[in-house]
């Protein structure tokens, strides 16, 4: 029974690199949830997907920022040419379906630091 | 647009007292839900209690329960007996019912002094 997956734990860029972040949603979990903490902040939302498709993308960033759920593997946000501003922990949720009853279960994030 | 506002960054309880977070939210909607999250250390997020809007009685968890006041648009959460366990940061969240992205406030450090 392995909850929310995210990979790498922490991660190091330098200004300009690409970041990949990694969730593996809980079995038989087909949303997907990207969330941005910065520091002393709550969590903001950033995208919605479900398999194959981004549902709602409103809190993520136009420029620099996507995100992916393909019909295999783990959900991907990546950020190009990364800027010292995106230094945050990044935190996916899944859940089974929508609803109340759909709980979203929580990752134990990626903490993303930019040089 | 749906705002979650926690007024009080810190907040300090002594050992087996309570202690009440507040919590306000904005909103034109009719069907919503609210959360609290507890984030210890660990940095994981971790449901602590849940309300549906279309409910009167208050959702209660063990030591921890809420005051949903839905006309004040207020969700505070106690939290009784309080332990050093209890120690953490405390987010207020909605969500509408029809949407399943959630909205948190900024969050409120709980210190619990033995």
């Known amino acids: 029974n392995a909850g929310v997956m995210q990979n790498p734990r922490h991660l190091v860029r330098r200004r300009g690199q690409e970041a990949r972040l990694r969730c593996s949603p809980m079995?038989?979990?087909?949303?997907v949830y990207w969330y941005r903490q910065l520091p002393e902040e709550g969590l903001k939302f950033m995208v919605y997907?479900?398999?194959?498709?981004?549902?709602?993308e409103s809190g993520m960033p136009k420029e620099r920022f996507s995100a992916e759920f393909p019909k295999e593997g783990p959900s991907i946000l990546r950020i190009q040419q990364v800027v010292r501003g995106d230094s945050a922990a990044y935190f996916c949720a899944s859940s089974r379906g929508t609803g109340l009853d759909n709980e979203q279960f929580f990752g134990p994030g990626t903490r993303l630091t930019v040089l | 647009a749906q705002t979650v506002t926690q007024s009080q960054p810190e907040m300090s309880v002594q050992e087996a007292e309570t202690v009440t977070l507040s919590c306000t939210y904005d909103t034109s909607e009719s069907d919503y839900y609210l959360f609290w999250y507890k984030q210890p250390p660990s940095r994981q997020m971790i449901l602590v209690i849940r309300q549906e809007a279309y409910k009167q009685q208050n959702a209660t968890e063990n030591r921890f329960s809420v005051n949903f006041q839905k006309a004040a648009k207020s969700f505070s959460l106690k939290i009784s007996d309080s332990q050093l366990g209890d120690a953490a940061m405390y987010f207020c969240?909605?969500?509408?019912?029809?949407?399943?992205?959630?909205?948190f406030g900024a969050g409120t450090r709980l210190t619990v002094k033995p």
């Open positions: 997907l479900q398999k194959e498709n981004i549902i709602d």
């Open positions: 079995k038989g979990h087909s949303h």
């Open positions: 969240a909605y969500r509408r019912g029809n949407n399943n992205d959630m909205r």
